[in-house]
């Protein structure tokens, strides 16, 4: 069986049809008109933008919407889950209380060799830094807007009590622990149990085996017999080094064909423990994990309430934020200087616009402000599957779950810069204050950020600590930021506005620069590699030519001794026969 989005109308399965039908059905009951606006979008991959800003200011206008809002948004019912021996598809939660075709999923231990780290440090610009370097980068990164104010406590926290690094007794079960901003390595480096899930791919769990014996933590990998068949190993103990290789040829099961399973296996966890979905996928892959990871903690939260989620949120996303975020990127943009005088011309073609040009008024009177970074080339699909982890997020809280949800910096991934707008948008981003962070460094911040939320009873991640509005909804506040909204250069730049006070007009003019020079870059190098090219055959042909000629003058010359020796040979016997 497999998650796959419903047939439509049509008889078949559109992507596009059902994200737009999603977003739609998340405010159908608060705000009909817009609902019917989604709905009627003919373009929705270019036309999403707009809608994602309004449901946003929609939800969070009244507690009844905001509530109303995440209850229809997080509801998968529009996501079907077909079995190959029916003729008609099996809804998600039937489909959740389906046996496994396959049997359950069996399980095999790696564990580390090595001592628990005891102080926090995070690779940094080609170093391991840590103690009062660390501090001092971390009041760096707040001083100079590239972080929040909240980052920044929770960080100096962590460090002020080491001992919350202890993870030997926490267990965490990571959806897709193999990927870029999985926190893995850093969870195993303090000791954590860490129960992985992703891909049946070998290189996938070489790689995390491999990262396991370097550290005290432990890795409970899954192994599903109806995949692999016999295997050459006893499950459900430790794992000799020796067989590291073999486990992980048959390591992995995909969470979109067996999120049942999946549930059942996590499910054998004792204790309190960590469900965290960092999954990601190219395309509308990536919403059917989201869906599928949802579908999994929707099921074990029927009989357990020991769970804590664990999500990244994306700066490329529309949040409300408070005033004093609004004033601070406000006095930044009046504070410009001669920068602000040689922009002004610009703004004739609709460059260099402020990031907050409105607030809006909830029906309590409270101002906010839209900090929006949405990102075209991120596309509808993107949006639709971090959209749904943070509905997800928001409505566990509510309902008494502990959940960190922290805002991921911008990260170099690889699905990021294998874009060449986005790709050249992070080249640029430096002239302009904002920081690109490095995979390593990010997760490793992540992982601290997530070890703050499971031990300081205090944090926001607690649903008993009150938080500062009376809503629970898209709030910047509920969000520990590692991008920050108070100290927003005025500069324009490549998109992340909630971080750096941007306006998409001026991203885009950006953009254009930065993929230009990029373009530009590239001709030059491909011109470069066919010059080599070009030498490379040259010097072969030329080569080649040489051998040839080589070869002809020594044919030449063999020949010519031979006839000397035969003329030779031939005088000699003419003499001796008398002729």
């Known amino acids: 069986m497999a998650v796959t989005f419903p047939r439509g109308g049509d008889g078949k399965r559109s992507t596009t049809a059902t994200g737009r039908a999603i977003f739609a059905d998340s405010v159908r009951e608060v705000d009909p008109p817009l609902s019917g606006r989604i709905e009627h979008t003919k373009d929705w991959r270019k036309g999403y933008i707009t809608p994602m800003r309004e449901i946003v200011v929609s939800a969070a206008s009244t507690p009844r919407q905001q509530s109303l809002s995440l209850e229809q948004g997080s509801n998968p019912r529009t996501v079907a889950l077909p079995l190959p021996e029916m003729v008609e598809d099996l809804t998600?939660?039937?489909?959740?209380e389906t046996p496994a075709e396959n049997g359950d999923i069996e399980s095999v231990t790696v564990r580390g060799r090595a001592s628990r780290e005891e102080e926090f440090s995070i690779p940094y610009q080609g170093r391991r830094i840590f103690g009062a370097d660390l501090r001092r980068q971390i009041d760096k990164w707040v001083s100079t807007g590239i972080a929040e104010p909240s980052f920044g406590q929770a960080l100096h926290l962590v460090m002020d009590n080491p001992d919350w690094l202890d993870l030997r007794d926490t267990n965490i079960a990571i959806l897709g622990a193999g990927a870029e901003m999985a926190p893995t390595r850093s969870l195993l480096r303090w000791g954590a149990k860490i129960h992985a899930l992703d891909l049946p791919r070998p290189e996938i769990w070489q790689r995390l085996i491999e990262i396991t014996r370097g550290t005290p933590g432990s890795l409970r990998i899954p192994i599903s017999p109806g995949d692999v068949g016999e295997?050459?190993?006893?499950?459900?103990?430790?794992?000799?080094?020796?067989?590291?290789?073999?486990?992980?040829?048959?390591?992995?099961?995909?969470?979109?064909?067996?999120?049942?399973?999946?549930?059942?296996?996590?499910?054998?966890?004792?204790?309190?423990?960590?469900?965290?979905?960092?999954?990601?996928?190219?395309?509308?892959?990536?919403?059917?994990?989201?869906?599928?990871?949802?579908?999994?903690?929707?099921?074990?939260?029927?009989?357990?309430?020991?769970?804590?989620?664990?999500?990244?949120?994306?700066?490329?996303?529309?949040?409300?934020?408070?005033?004093?975020?609004?004033n601070a990127s406000r006095a930044r943009w009046n504070d410009r200087g001669l920068a602000g005088a040689l922009q002004s011309p610009l703004r004739i073609f609709g460059q260099f616009e402020p990031n907050y040009p409105t607030?809006?008024?909830t029906d309590d009177g409270t101002e906010l402000g839209l900090s929006d970074s949405l990102v075209l080339q991120q596309g509808p699909n993107y949006l639709l599957a971090k959209r749904i982890q943070r509905w997800r997020?928001?409505?566990?809280?509510?309902?008494?779950?502990?959940?960190?949800?922290?805002?991921?910096?911008?990260?170099?991934?690889?699905?990021?810069?294998?874009?060449?707008?986005?790709?050249?948008?992070?080249?640029?981003?430096?002239?302009?204050?904002?920081?690109?962070?490095?995979?390593?460094?990010?997760?490793?911040?992540?992982?601290?950020?997530?070890?703050?939320?499971?031990?300081?009873?205090?944090?926001t991640a607690n649903p008993s600590t009150p938080l500062k509005t009376r809503w629970i909804s898209l709030w910047w506040e509920q969000i520990t930021v590692v991008c920050g909204a108070r100290h927003m250069p005025p500069d324009p730049c490549w998109g992340l506005r909630p971080c750096w006070g941007c306006s998409s007009r001026a991203r885009r003019c950006d953009e254009r620069i930065d993929t230009s020079r990029a373009r530009r870059c590239d001709e030059k190098m491909r011109t470069s590699r066919a010059r080599r090219c070009d030498e490379r055959i040259d010097t072969s042909r030329a080569r080649r030519c040489d051998e040839r000629?080589?070869?002809?003058?020594?044919?030449?010359?063999?020949?010519?001794?031979?006839?000397?020796?035969?003329?030779?040979?031939?005088?000699?016997?003419?003499?001796?026969?008398?002729?």
């Open 231 to 326: 295997t050459p190993f006893t499950t459900g103990g430790n794992i000799h080094s020796e067989d590291d290789s073999i486990i992980a040829s048959v390591a992995g099961i995909d969470l979109l064909n067996q999120p049942a399973a999946i549930a059942q296996w996590i499910n054998q966890i004792e204790g309190r423990f960590v469900l965290g979905n960092y999954t990601y996928a190219d395309g509308a892959v990536h919403a059917l994990l989201s869906v599928s990871a949802d579908a999994v903690f929707t099921q074990l939260a029927k009989t357990r309430k020991d769970i804590t989620l664990a999500f990244l949120a994306t700066p490329t996303d529309v949040f409300m934020v408070p005033m004093e975020c609004v």
């Open 393 to 459: 997020a928001l409505v566990a809280r509510h309902e008494g779950f502990s959940v960190s949800l922290n805002l991921a910096p911008a990260t170099r991934t690889q699905s990021v810069v294998k874009n060449r707008a986005l790709a050249a948008a992070y080249a640029g981003a430096g002239r302009f204050g904002v920081e690109v962070f490095e995979p390593a460094t990010s997760t490793a911040l992540m992982a601290a950020m997530l070890v703050h939320d499971l031990r300081n009873p205090l944090s």
């Open 549 to 579: 000629i080589d070869t002809s003058r020594a044919h030449r010359c063999d020949e010519q001794e031979k006839a000397r020796a035969t003329g030779g040979l031939s005088r000699g016997l003419s003499c001796r026969l008398g002729w």
């Open 92 to 96: 998600l939660s039937q489909a959740m």
């Open 359 to 361: 607030t809006y008024f």
